[in-house]
Each structure stands twice: as structure tokens, then as C-alpha cells.
């Protein structure tokens, strides 16, 4: 794909959420959750070109069949809202470079339009702060709002609710990637079959979900070890069950010396933990060496960025 030299090019990364916990659907028939956001170094690369009309072109590795290239693209979405808001005839053409695995549970899609909201803005001098980039980036969906803001957030509410927390130093992430995806919708309707099945074991749904302040002072530490051992997914029990082969590769990871894994949002996507650089390097070479698709990634890094 040609990249236009007129472009505004936006970079935009994927996420991990180190914490989430799941609480009851609300009547928009959202869960409310309490997440821990963090940034991490693989990033979406979108080029916004004048045009007239609004139209997507969609290059990467692998799942492109699964990204519409209709107006149902979320980056598509993003810029036609931003129309919609500001009042603004012109039109765009927009190039994505993916590299956030499609459906992998690192809201590549959510990263695709904060980085649409960002470079937009540029192309069409609509001069927008920060807070209203963020508002119309809720509308869009509950991941959108922390790729703009990037770094490491807690969410609440559907996850958009987002204040910035305190992170020191940086964490070194090997991911496992899949060649298929998983809907987010169907592990969430996963989780709730899974909590309706075995109320009896596991007790009522957290009313108020809230992050846990380990997690929070692990960040904050930088410590890696102390991360490890507060890491938690509620989604990841029925991502498992869905695809009871990660339960191996998590074992795989644990055993090649990740200090922990965890399954990254819905999923399929593996996020193991590793002590430093080092041992991350170590841990991608034993996975990739075990046959498996792994690539290492660190953070916290920013959000969507104008190159
Ligand atoms: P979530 O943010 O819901 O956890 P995810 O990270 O698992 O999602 P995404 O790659 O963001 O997965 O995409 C989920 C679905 O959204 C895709 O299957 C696709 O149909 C749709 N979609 C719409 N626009 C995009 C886009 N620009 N990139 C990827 N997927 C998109």
C-alpha cells in the first residue's frame, strides 16, 4: 500500500487489561466492569488523506476477512461522527496498516478509531481538546476512549470511565497470538451462562466491580513479580472454555518462565509477564520454538499520536 506524503499518519496501540473484573449487565445491555489498561508497543497505522467521501482501506498479516471496509469500520465510524459533530462537509480516505490481531482481545478495531478521531481532527482543523476527542470516542465503543488517552488507566463503567494511574518503569509482555478470533459478545454471554451454571460455587455477581489495589500498587512499583501475582481476567474462564486449547499454552508459557499469563480481554490473544527484557527475549524464543505465533511487546507506551 502507497502512503500517501499528504497524509496525516497517526500511530494508535493495543492494549492489555491486567485487571478485569465483570459485574452485572445494565439495561443498555452493557456489563459494567473495573479494568487496568495498559498501552503496549504494537501499533495500528492509519494514513488520512483528502477525499471526498469517507472510504477505508485495509492492509496486515492476517484476519483482514473479518474487517469491513464499509461504513460498519469503526474507523469509518470515528470519522463520520467527527463530521457529524463539528459540522464538517469534507470527506477522507483513510489507510489502516494492522497489526493488532483482528478479534484477538486487544482492541485493535477501538485502537483503528481513536486513531481515525486523531487524525481526522488533524486533516479537517477541527481543532477539538482532548476531552471532547474523548467524549465522541465513548460513543464509539468502550475500548475507544483509553486508545486515545494510551499509558495505563483505570476504566469503569463499560470501561470508559477512564482516570490515568500511576505506572513506573516498564513491563515486558510476550504475547501468543491466534489465527482465529473471538467475538467479545459471545465470551461475555460465556461468562454469563458459566456464573448462572455454577452460582451455587462461585456466589453472586460483584455488585460494584472495582479494581483491585494490588494491581494498582504493582504498577505503581513498577514491579513485575508483584503484577504477576495480581494479574485477573473474569473473562478468561469463559474464553478457556471456548477454547480449552489456550489452558495448554498457558501452561507452556508458565513452564518456558513467564512470571504469569493471562488471557487479554476477551481473547484469543495470551499475554505472559515476563521479570525484564531479558527474560522476555528468552520466553518469545522457547514459545516461537514451541510452534507458537509469539511476539514481544512492552509498556506502558502512549496513545494515538500524530507521526
Ligand atoms: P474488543 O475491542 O471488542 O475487545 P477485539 O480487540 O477482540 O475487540 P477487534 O479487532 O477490535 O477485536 O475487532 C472486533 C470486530 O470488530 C471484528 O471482528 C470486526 O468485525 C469489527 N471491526 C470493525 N472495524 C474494525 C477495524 N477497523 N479493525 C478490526 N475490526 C473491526
Redesign the pocket.
Known amino acids: 500500500m502507497a502512503t500517501p506524503s499528504d497524509a496525516v499518519h497517526v500511530r494508535a496501540p493495543g492494549k492489555i487489561n491486567v485487571f478485569l473484573e465483570v459485574g452485572d449487565v445494565q439495561d443498555d445491555g452493557y456489563h459494567e466492569v473495573a479494568t487496568a489498561y495498559q498501552a503496549v508497543s504494537i501499533y495500528e497505522e492509519l494514513w488520512a488523506s483528502p477525499a471526498d467521501g469517507i472510504t477505508v482501506e485495509?492492509s496486515g498479516p492476517t484476519g483482514l476477512d473479518?474487517?469491513?471496509t464499509d461504513d460498519?469500520?469503526?474507523?469509518v465510524r470515528a470519522a463520520r461522527l467527527l463530521a457529524r459533530a463539528t459540522g464538517v462537509q469534507a470527506g477522507v480516505h483513510l489507510e489502516?496498516r494492522?497489526a493488532?490481531p483482528?478479534?484477538?482481545?486487544?482492541?485493535?478495531?477501538?485502537a483503528?478509531a481513536a486513531a481515525a478521531l486523531v487524525a481526522c481532527d488533524a486533516l479537517w482543523e477541527t481543532g477539538l481538546s482532548t476531552a471532547e476527542l474523548l467524549r465522541l470516542a465513548a460513543r464509539l465503543?468502550a475500548?475507544v476512549p483509553f486508545a486515545l488517552l494510551g499509558g495505563t488507566a483505570v476504566g469503569t463503567g463499560r470501561g470508559d470511565e477512564l482516570s490515568s494511574a500511576l505506572a513506573r518503569g516498564r513491563f515486558d509482555w510476550v504475547l501468543v497470538t491466534s489465527d482465529e478470533?473471538?467475538s467479545?459478545p459471545v465470551v461475555y454471554r460465556e461468562l454469563d451462562v458459566h456464573r448462572e451454571r455454577h452460582l451455587a460455587d462461585i456466589g453472586p455477581v460483584p455488585r460494584r466491580p472495582a479494581v483491585d489495589p494490588g494491581v494498582l500498587h504493582a504498577l505503581r512499583q513498577g514491579d513485575a513479580g508483584m503484577l504477576a501475582a495480581s494479574l485477573r481476567n473474569d473473562l478468561q474462564a469463559p474464553a478457556l472454555h471456548l477454547r480449552p486449547d489456550l489452558a495448554g499454552v498457558l501452561e507452556t508459557g508458565e513452564r518456558a518462565g513467564a512470571l504469569a499469563g493471562i488471557v487479554s480481554?476477551?481473547g484469543p490473544t495470551l499475554a505472559f509477564l515476563a521479570a525484564d527484557e531479558a527474560a522476555a527475549l528468552d520466553l518469545r524464543v522457547s514459545l516461537t520454538g514451541a510452534g507458537l505465533h509469539a511476539m514481544h511487546v512492552h509498556g506502558p507506551v502512549p496513545g494515538a499520536r500524530i507521526i
Open positions: 485495509v473479518e474487517v469491513p460498519r469500520n469503526l474507523a489502516i494492522k493488532v483482528v478479534a484477538g482481545g486487544m482492541g485493535g478495531g477501538s483503528d465503543g475500548d478470533g473471538m467479545t480481554g476477551s
